[in-house]
């Protein structure tokens, strides 16, 4: 199946720094990709859809100056948390769906970061 | 509103089978998805139901009834791996997957 890639796996920040997470699709093309969160025994919220070439799309309820979506090329979206606080500090996970064979349904997942703020 | 519901936890025993239940409604209806996610590790991907019925894939099978808003995931022969939380996601007419908070099972020797 296809691979998405996610780094870093783990992130240590104090607060009120940034926190850049990049995630590439290795082997096919994605327009679009997820931006997850997901706290601890809990489901994952989508975040926001970063789209290729334009802006992303973000859920209700979140701040999209604090948290800044690039999708700059079709094999790399990135997320950068600005500013970053203790609440911040959560389970980040990116996926992308690869078209190529068909509409499979199946999501591709980054491995994930978890982002940890002091 | 969109919800997704399935049971927090179950328990099972090694070699034995677990059926996990899920329940919907949503706006709209684009295909019914389940995930396994081990503590600590993003989700991989089980199953796709978008039609009616059982599919099956190895000792794992999901089915679906888009009548009655119910999927459920079957493991067979249990293994101390299948320890992990299940999802359970919707994709509705927006294309977007509503998840369902997951089911923890706990598979014990």
């Known amino acids: 199946g296809a691979v998405v890639s996610q780094h870093p796996s783990w992130v240590i920040c104090k607060s009120g720094t940034s926190v850049k997470i990049e995630c590439r699709s290795l082997?096919?093309?994605?327009?679009?990709m997820f931006w997850y969160r997901q706290f601890p025994k809990q489901s994952l919220m989508l975040m926001a859809t970063?789209?290729?070439?334009?802006?992303?799309?973000?859920e209700q309820g979140v701040e999209k100056d604090k948290f800044l979506i690039n999708h700059a090329s079709l094999t790399l979206s990135t997320l950068t948390v600005t500013s970053a606080h203790p609440e911040d500090s959560s389970f980040y996970i990116c996926?992308?769906?690869?078209?190529?064979?068909?509409?499979?349904?199946?999501?591709?997942f980054g491995e994930g970061s978890r982002l940890t703020v002091l | 509103g969109q919800n997704i519901d399935q049971p927090t936890e179950m328990t099972a025993t090694e070699g034995a089978i677990v059926q996990i239940n899920c329940t919907y409604q949503?706006?709209?209806?684009?295909?019914l998805f389940w995930y396994q996610q081990h503590a600590g590790e993003a989700p991989t991907f089980l199953s796709y139901?978008?039609l009616d019925g059982l599919e099956e894939k190895g000792r794992f099978s999901s089915f679906l009834s888009r009548s009655k808003g119910y999927s459920y995931l079957l493991l067979k022969e249990l293994q101390m791996k299948d320890s992990a939380s299940y999802l359970c996601?919707?994709?509705?007419?927006?294309?977007?997957?509503?998840w369902g908070a997951g089911t923890k099972l706990i598979i014990k020797p």
């Open positions: 082997d096919f093309q994605a327009t679009t």
């Open positions: 970063s789209n290729e070439g334009s802006k992303a799309t973000y």
């Open positions: 949503t706006s709209g209806f684009n295909g």
């Open positions: 996926s992308a769906r690869d078209w190529s064979g068909g509409d499979t349904g199946e999501l591709f």
């Open positions: 139901n978008v």
């Open positions: 996601a919707v994709r509705d007419d927006n294309y977007q997957l509503i």
